[in-house]
């Protein structure tokens, strides 16, 4: 009598087996990412204004360029955190469009250098604005997602003459589960 195993297929816990079932995941995730495109993946640069427009609609917010195109902006806020803007150049084409509210965009500003109207022009309209009597200092607060993880605040502080002196990221209380019970 022999003691042998006769099989006629790969079963599920053959290597080979685990190999197509891995392969099948990483299509099925990479399908699922693929319909992930956000709205600022979506344009090519010289494409015309009206492409945008015609699928985010109108902006919410414009702002004049200094080489004479605009800056066209779709936020999200005050619940949101994300915005998305447009560079359009003066013949209405589009030069980048780009998720704005994010670490490597808020990181551009220099101390001492930018102004509400840089902060303005860059970012949007603040989602909140505060002022700090004690300080002297105006602050305009912006929501934002960093890493797709932590939900975040991003502040400017302005000085009487609106210029930018400090910067400060924090936790977003809205997202934070020990503040939520309290209501």
Request: charge should be neutral; include cysteine.
């Amino acid at each position: 009598m022999s003691n042998s195993h006769h099989s006629t297929g790969a079963s599920i816990g053959t290597p080979a087996a685990a190999r197509v079932r891995r392969a099948a995941l990483a299509c099925l995730c990479a399908l699922a990412l693929a319909g992930c495109v956000q709205p600022w993946q979506q344009y090519s640069q010289g494409a015309d204004e009206s492409t945008i427009i015609a699928r985010l609609g109108p902006p919410r917010e414009s702002y004049d360029l200094p080489n004479g195109g605009k800056r066209l902006m779709w936020p999200t806020q005050p619940m949101g955190e994300t915005t998305t803007a447009a560079d359009i150049d003066a013949a209405g084409k589009i030069v980048n469009v780009r998720q704005v509210l994010q670490p490597n965009e808020f990181y551009r500003a220099e101390i001492g250098k930018w102004t509400r109207s840089d902060v303005l022009v860059n970012f949007g309209r603040p989602v909140e604005t505060s002022y700090f009597p004690l300080m002297k200092r105006e602050v305009w607060t912006y929501r934002y997602l960093e890493d797709n993880v932590w939900y975040m605040l991003y502040s400017f502080y302005f000085d009487e003459q609106g210029i930018v002196r400090l910067t400060q990221k924090t936790p977003d209380p809205l997202h934070d589960p020990d503040r939520r019970s309290l209501f």
